[in-house]
């Protein structure tokens, strides 16, 4: 069984600032990670995934993930928010083969001027 | 443009109605996902299609019921037996389900269904 948990509904930032968004995952087998996007009222866009690749991961507008085992984590960082990227943020698992994506319950980022 | 279309945007159910809701893409892929969306509770899979003809049923799909009769295609219909269907719905594709490492979804714009 596999899942996912974010950490905070929602997360505010200001523009220019640091942006954290806390995945934690739980998997009987290595996992696979993904970060996806939702504007309002919108389809998800895949911002990164991990694939044991390499355990830092670089996706779309400047976002980037670590992978750490240790702590069963995949949080997603941004080094300066801009006004655009405020949007709700979903974290997913796969154990790969056939099984189907598990997603966590989504944060949403609220990003003030 | 490759992509997936959801139809219609809105839908708006009777209680006891049937409705369906509409799944395209041209994106040639083996695999088709859909999911139901409420606040706060993420993304939860209704059923989902590996191949023409064939489907597995996901977490919630008491209520739904789906057809995979072409590659492109795959419609889904909330049943007057889903009481709550009130929700954002959102299909998915991936190039399949088979490949060591799994495939990135695609996903379609959604589609808002509310009851009167």
């Known amino acids: 069984a596999q899942s996912v948990t974010q950490l905070g509904s929602h997360v505010s930032v200001s523009e220019g600032a640091l942006v954290l968004l806390r995945c934690n995952y739980s998997?009987?087998?290595?996992?696979?990670l993904f970060w996806y996007v939702q504007y309002p009222n919108q389809g998800l866009q895949l911002l990164l995934k991990?694939?044991?690749?390499?355990?830092l991961v670089k996706g779309i507008n400047g976002f980037e993930a670590e992978f750490k085992k240790s702590e069963t984590s995949f949080h997603l960082t941004k080094p300066s928010a801009h006004m655009s990227d405020a949007a709700e943020y979903f974290c997913?698992?796969?154990?790969?083969?056939?099984?189907?994506?598990?997603f966590g319950k989504g944060t949403m980022l609220l990003v003030s001027p | 443009d490759g992509g997936i279309t959801q139809s219609p945007k809105y839908l708006f159910r009777k209680e006891g109605q049937n409705v369906t809701l509409s799944c395209e893409q041209n994106?040639?892929?083996?695999?088709m996902y859909w999911y139901r969306q409420d606040p706060g509770q993420g993304l939860r899979l209704i059923y989902y299609?590996?191949?023409?003809?064939?489907?597995q049923k996901g977490d919630i799909a008491e209520g739904y019921s789906v057809s995979r009769e072409k590659k492109e295609s795959f419609p889904l219909t909330v049943t007057s037996a889903q009481k709550n269907p009130t929700a954002f719905y959102l299909c998915?594709?991936?190039?399949?389900?088979?490949?060591?490492?799994?495939?990135?979804?695609?996903f379609g714009p959604g589609t808002r269904l509310l009851v009167l």
């Open positions: 998915a594709s991936s190039r399949g389900l088979q490949w060591s490492e799994p495939e990135t979804q695609y």
């Open positions: 998997s009987s087998v290595p996992p696979y």
């Open positions: 991990y694939t044991s690749a390499a355990t």
């Open positions: 997913a698992v796969s154990a790969g083969g056939y099984s189907t994506l598990t």
């Open positions: 994106l040639n892929h083996d695999a």
């Open positions: 299609s590996q191949i023409v003809n064939d489907f």
